[in-house]
């Protein structure tokens, strides 16, 4: 073997291990309780940025729904800054506000997002899902806005 192609075969066993690392679904152990925390991998210590710890199973069927249906107006992170905001009107809140977080407990969420807006008393920019969504997917997606966080403050301690 040639000596130049030592570095492009280093190379090559950087991507296999990399990609190895980051597929997170065929070593992943059973999804933890949504609420368990989750121990973060000892490589976590030395990465720059740590990341989020990965979401349950559950939690991704929420982000999928939330992705689908709801991103347009509520936006990828729930801070009401969708392609599709500036419509209606009042704007969507920020879901990711703590304190919207804590005055509302996982039912109420899920009423407005079965009834709609004018189901619960908000204003019809915000449509009932009852009829597209199954119950499950209610509360995956509701489980999934507990874990919007806002992103222009730094997250209450
Ligand atoms: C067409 C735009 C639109 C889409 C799509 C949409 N929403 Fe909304 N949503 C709104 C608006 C506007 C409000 C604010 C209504 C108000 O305050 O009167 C709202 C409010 C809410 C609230 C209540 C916030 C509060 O103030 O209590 C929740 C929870 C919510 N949406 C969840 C969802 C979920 C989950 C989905 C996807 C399944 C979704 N929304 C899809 C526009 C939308």
Same mark, same amino acid.
């Given at each position: 073997m040639r000596p130049s192609m030592l570095p492009r075969l280093a190379w090559g066993l950087v991507l296999v291990l990399g990609a190895a690392s980051g597929c997170s679904r065929h070593k992943e152990a059973p999804a933890p309780a949504a609420g368990t925390p989750v121990t973060p991998p000892a490589e976590a210590a030395v990465a720059p940025a740590p990341l989020e710890p990965p979401l349950s199973y559950e939690l991704r069927l929420g982000k999928q729904v939330f992705q689908h249906y709801? +991103?347009?107006?509520? #936006?990828e992170t729930g *801070? #009401?800054? #969708? /392609? &599709? *905001? /500036? &419509?209606?009107?009042p704007h969507p809140r920020d879901l990711g506000d703590p304190a919207f977080q804590k005055a509302k407990v996982d039912a109420d969420l899920k009423d407005t997002v079965r009834r709609g807006g004018v189901g619960v008393g +908000? $204003? $019809? #920019?915000?449509?009932?899902w009852g009829k597209t969504l199954t119950p499950d997917q209610i509360d995956q997606v509701v489980g999934y806005l507990r874990t919007l966080k806002r992103t222009d403050a730094p997250p209450a301690s």
């Open positions: 709801c +991103l347009t107006c509520h #936006g *801070a #009401g800054d #969708g /392609f &599709n *905001a /500036f &419509n209606v009107e +908000l $204003s $019809s #920019g915000m449509p009932p």
